[in-house]
């Protein structure tokens, strides 16, 4: 495609993804459906320019009020910076002048909120947890995107083997530092062809949601729930851990995320995964459980803050207002899945968020609230289920506190109980 087409179609996308009225990677897609012709190469650069402005968007913002034209077309344009070719054969002599203005602008010297391209409300609640060091640390992992991380699935392959066909390949690939289970790839290449995707030995699965699932730490022939399925990812790391046996409950209230499942649980091997939709916490199906299960898993829907480096649009689309909303779902749910435990169960309760009100607010609210229930140090734990060095993503309290500038993971908070006899 021409660098002139391409900057046409790029605009156009960051049009799209900056009305912040659906989820970025809905836009993405939607917009490649409508552009078929795409070529792959051209639908990564599409996504990554769009995501970097998403990521960089006040700051761009910002340095775009000098330029002119288009606001979404010079926001491409400081997307495309590096990129010689497209821009050289795509932007004219006056953008590219303006570019080299913008590049030569010392941004050290820029006020905060331009540096750390963050809504100020989310700004103050993490530098209310962090030092000025973790915080510009933390920012900058933001800033950049994730690694590619996988999830072996032991029922048909072993890690060193699944190593072995990915260098094969010329894929470049490491154990993850924690996770006995996973293995990361920098970049994004393409493995939905490849035998270990499609025969089922590795699923796409973030480190730190792979340290839930081993948190959760279920044993053969057990009862198991996991209370907010969606697709179904932590699923199928339980149903693993099981070995197949047992009975695994796979909740959702949304028939299309488990229809999700249904793929990935055919190429998983397993067949003790129970899927069922519920109308809500309080689901007579849910209800028929009680007091009947050896451990829950509650992934609570959450405000996904932790996941900036995927999603950055959530940090434009998610409000302080919403996240008081999700606290209160958060509370009812966690209480009504507590209610399925026998004794001696296990409950853990996590979300992909990096703010106290969603995490540890949650849990020690439960705690007060639930004598019943005991609250197990997170890294003894992990150390259980055989996870390295677990003493790093445990907070003094003993909950799982996972930050993506210390961890390299998405950011994860989960506290774990055991039912007492």
């Not at 660098?3 to 900056?18: H, I, S, Y």
């Not at 309760?349 to 439960?366: K, L, Q, R, V």
Request: one cysteine or more; proline letters at 5%; charged letters at 25%.
């Amino acid at each position: 495609m021409h660098p002139n087409a391409l900057l046409d179609l790029t605009t156009q996308l960051v049009r799209e993804v900056l009305k912040l009225d659906a989820p970025a990677d809905s836009i993405v897609s939607y917009f490649f459906r409508q552009h078929k012709a795409l070529g792959q190469r051209e639908r990564h650069a599409l996504a990554e320019t769009a995501y970097a402005v998403l990521r960089q968007r006040l700051l761009w913002a910002n340095l775009a009020q000098s330029g002119h034209g288009p606001q979404e077309r010079r926001l491409a344009l400081l997307a495309w910076q590096g990129q010689e070719h497209i821009l050289k054969n795509g932007a004219t002599a006056d953008e590219l002048g303006w570019l080299q203005r913008t590049a030569a602008i010392d941004r050290s010297n820029l006020a905060d909120k331009l540096r750390h391209n963050l809504p100020d409300w989310l700004a103050n609640r993490l530098r209310d947890q962090l030092d000025d060091e973790n915080f510009w640390a933390l920012v900058a992992t933001f800033s950049a995107s994730a690694p590619l991380d996988l999830r072996v699935n032991t029922q048909k392959a072993k890690r060193e083997a699944v190593l072995e066909a990915l260098a094969a390949a010329q894929i470049a690939a490491e154990p993850t530092p924690y996770s006995p289970l996973g293995i990361r790839i920098p970049g994004k290449p393409a493995l939905q062809k490849m035998p270990v995707y499609t025969e089922g030995h590795v699923e796409v699965q973030d480190e730190g949601s792979q340290l839930l699932a081993l948190l959760t730490n279920p044993k053969r022939g057990e009862m198991v729930v996991d209370f907010c399925a969606g697709a179904g990812g932590k699923t199928l790391a339980l149903g693993a851990l099981m070995r197949n046996t047992g009975r695994l409950y796979a909740f959702d209230i949304s028939a299309h995320r488990l229809d999700n499942l249904k793929p990935r649980l055919a190429r998983s091997g397993l067949s003790n995964v129970y899927s069922t939709q519920i109308a809500h916490e309080n689901d007579d199906r849910i209800k028929r459980l009680r007091g009947k299960i050896d451990r829950v898993l509650v992934d609570a829907p959450c405000s996904g803050l932790g996941t900036l480096r995927r999603n950055p649009d959530l940090k434009w689309r998610q409000s302080p207002k919403a996240i008081d909303e999700l606290q209160a779902k958060q509370t009812a749910i966690l209480a009504s899945a507590a209610r399925l435990l026998k004794p001696g169960g296990r409950l853990v309760y996590a979300t992909c968020s990096i703010i106290p009100d969603e995490n540890e607010g949650i849990a020690d609210a439960f705690t007060a609230a639930h004598p019943e229930f005991e609250l197990i140090n997170a890294a003894e734990a992990l150390e259980a289920a055989g996870v390295s060095r677990a003493g790093e993503l445990v907070s003094p309290a003993g909950h799982l506190r996972l930050w993506p500038h210390k961890h390299a993971t998405d950011g994860f908070y989960a506290a774990v109980w055991q039912r007492k006899d």
